[in-house]
């Protein structure tokens, strides 16, 4: 959500980013670089362009994540677009590298109150279940990153599991958000989507995270 009360939306379709008004009209069409629309028009897969968006603190940068990387690009490697914020509207901003563990995926981002972003790299493997990962870092640092919880690690709290997973905890967790922080914690709420598999579970998850200086 804007300071203006405005929903900026991302769709992985095109990929898209909208503006709409909180009764749902459509008020803007954000620019989107060649290179990340889907194939063939881009070089970006189909399902796996914008999963993530931010708005960094003070509300003149905007971030989108691409899930995967792109065609040509290493298999590790995801970009991070930014839009500035220019007479109420967004222009195209830079660009920025993120390297991903081996085999996951960028499902979401959060901008964290001191300016830095909360990333959720997130994979599956059939028979073996999900792995997922919160990790800090910033967007002028993207080739480094501070991993804060891996969630195999997390007590499981009596969840049961549909399918194989390392940690009956885990499923296809997709969305996150800051609820509140102290000096070095913030408290973070993360949800599955069970993509309307009977296999898979929708689950809230609340967390506490400590954060320390990145560099």
Request: glycine share 8%.
């Amino acid at each position: 959500m804007d300071r203006d009360g405005s929903y900026l939306v991302t769709s992985e379709t095109e990929p898209s980013v909208r503006r709409y008004s909180r009764d749902g009209r459509l008020l803007d069409r954000l620019p989107v670089p060649d290179d990340l629309r889907v194939t063939p028009a881009g070089r970006a897969r189909p399902n796996g362009t914008f999963e993530g968006l931010t708005l960094l603190p003070g509300g003149r940068t905007l971030v989108a994540s691409m899930e995967y990387a792109l065609s040509g690009d290493p298999a590790d490697t995801v970009r991070f677009q930014t839009w500035e914020r220019h007479r109420g509207h967004f222009r195209l901003g830079p660009q920025y590298a993120y390297r991903t563990d081996p085999g996951l995926g960028v499902s979401e981002i959060q901008a964290t109150p001191d300016g830095r972003l909360l990333v959720l790299e997130r994979g599956f493997t059939a028979g073996v279940g999900n792995t997922v990962r919160l990790y800090l870092t910033d967007l002028r640092h993207t080739t480094k990153k501070t991993l804060l919880t891996d969630l195999v690690t997390c007590p499981t709290l009596g969840a049961t599991a549909r399918q194989p997973q390392p940690n009956p905890l885990l499923d296809n967790i997709e969305a996150m958000t800051i609820t509140g922080r102290t000096r070095n914690t913030l408290k973070v709420l993360l949800a599955s989507d069970d993509n309307e598999n009977p296999a898979q579970t929708t689950r809230f998850y609340y967390m506490r995270v400590r954060t320390t200086p990145l560099f």
